[in-house]
């Protein structure tokens, strides 16, 4: 018997998450989360099998709560959801530890699938990453490769913040860095992506979908 935590910012979402887990037997408990905050509260409240959330959540980031859960709740497995493109984000999330990557543009079978398999302790890749991962081993490029793959985990997400207009300062305290520490990350990412300001950061972004 499983609990599951749906997290994201919309309640319609949510909503719809929860009809479908509600018709899964192995499932007894379901709960939501709306923000980032309030999913770090409720993952307090009692033992969770499963977080399903979105990768962009209010007042704190999906890849900074999924690094919380790693470290603090290491029985707790996370299947990352987004409408993001599974190509650039579904790999991310998987190297930052991840237990599976699910596309918000995706099917109600594709979800209980994705939750079946995470649940049972696998990981879940869906069949069209699972093809495009395959090829880029059989085919290795890295010319072929977006600038930002160049990135790590840590100089991505802040990567991400910046590209959202977040101050040098809010993100120190958001990720528990000095600011020295994130504009020594900032000076990395603009040098590997051969940007010089952040607006390069947000209109790369943005042409790339990697912002919504």
């Avoid at 979402?13 to 989360?33: K, M």
């Avoid at 099917?107 to 879940?124: D, Q």
């Avoid at 040098?191 to 979908?209: H, P, V, W």
Wanted: proline fraction near 4%.
């Amino acid at each position: 018997m499983s609990r599951v935590l749906i997290a994201d910012d919309h309640e319609v979402v949510r909503a719809g998450c929860r009809q479908f887990l509600e018709a899964e037997p192995s499932i007894t408990e379901i709960g939501e989360a709306g923000s980032g905050s309030e999913t770090l509260d409720v993952l307090r409240l009692k033992r969770w099998h499963l977080l399903l959330m979105d990768i962009h959540m209010p007042d704190r980031g999906g890849l900074d709560i999924l690094q919380h859960v790693i470290k603090g709740y290491p029985e707790v497995r996370v299947l990352i959801m987004s409408a993001l493109p599974e190509e650039q984000y579904g790999r991310m999330v998987l190297r930052a530890g991840a237990s599976g990557y699910l596309s918000k543009d995706g099917s109600s079978k594709e979800l209980l699938k994705a939750v079946r398999t995470v649940l049972s302790g696998r990981r879940y890749v869906s069949e069209s990453l699972a093809q495009s991962m395959a090829t880029n081993l059989e085919n290795p490029r890295d010319q072929d490769k977006p600038p930002h793959s160049a990135l790590s985990r840590r100089e991505f997400q802040i990567f991400c913040k910046l590209a959202f207009g977040a101050p040098v300062s809010d993100i120190a305290v958001e990720l528990s860095l000095s600011v020295k520490t994130v504009s020594t990350y900032r000076s990395r990412i603009l040098e590997k992506m051969n940007f010089t300001s952040n607006a390069a950061i947000t209109s790369y972004a943005l042409r790339n979908g990697l912002v919504q």
